[in-house]
């Protein structure tokens, strides 16, 4: 199969494959835990320059088929953001455009709940990617910032800020993996995601339709958003 096909099978997966009935209790539901580096903030002139994938199904983590790729974007990384992720020109002009990866990520996603913290930041960049190439982001989207903040308050409990991950992490007692990289994110998204809706669930069953309705509730403080110190 050409290069052009695949990626039309892989966009056409994409999105016909149905998402995960709202009903289905978050065990039996599959989900992508995603995170981007980027070039900036802005998903409307700043570009992705890695990302990672993590799968998460019967409510465990699998690393078998984990996904961390380095994307070379049109406009290099500036200082701003080369001190936060460390990518580098250097470390980017002889890896593959997002054009070239995108099935990748599309494989990735296909017919999961799409999982990040402060979940607009990934949301809006996979949104701009995606439309690039014609393509809608249809994933479900689940935000582990939003779902620590309705655990804490549940328990009443202050949470200063739940847009940072890493004292997150720690909070939580989890081990944090890698600050500022997509893999390292990504894993311990991962395990945050899962130690919080462990938590939940022991506090009411959780479903697909209750996690991704803790982001909705969650959107006036998440469009704080686009901090790149939110780590």
């Known amino acids: 199969m050409s290069d052009a096909a695949t990626s039309r099978s892989a966009a056409a997966a994409y999105t016909h494959t149905p998402p995960q009935a709202p009903d289905t ?11 981007l580096e980027t ?23 699998r690393l078998s088929d984990a996904r961390y790729v380095l994307v070379r974007p049109r406009r290099m990384p500036e200082g701003p953001s080369i001190r936060i992720h460390g990518l ?37 960049f ?14 479900q989207v689940v935000d582990t910032a939003a779902l620590a903040a309705e655990l804490f308050r549940r328990r009443g409990r202050q949470l200063p800020d739940p847009t940072a991950l ?13 600050p500022h990289h997509a893999d390292g994110d990504a894993l311990t998204t991962a395990q945050v995601f899962l130690a919080l809706v462990t938590h939940l669930d022991a506090l009411e069953p959780q479903t697909v339709g209750s996690l991704v309705g803790c982001r ?7 469009r704080l958003r686009i901090r790149l110190t939110r780590r």
């Open 166 to 178: 890493s004292p997150l992490a720690r909070a939580l007692g989890l081990p944090v993996h890698r």
């Open 126 to 139: 996979l949104d701009a990617a995606l439309h690039l190439h014609g393509i809608q982001l249809v994933n």
């Open 88 to 124: 580098r020109s250097g470390d980017l002009v002889a890896e593959p455009p997002l054009s070239a990866v995108l099935n990748e990520l599309l494989e990735a996603l296909t017919g999961k709940v799409l999982v990040a913290h402060v979940a607009e930041i990934e949301r809006g």
């Open 25 to 35: 209790p978050w065990r039996a539901a599959e989900f992508c835990v995603i995170d």
């Open 216 to 222: 909705r509730r969650g959107s006036g403080w998440s």
């Open 39 to 61: 070039t900036g903030l802005d998903p409307a002139v700043d570009e992705i320059v890695s990302f990672a994938a993590l799968q998460v199904a019967d409510g465990r983590l």
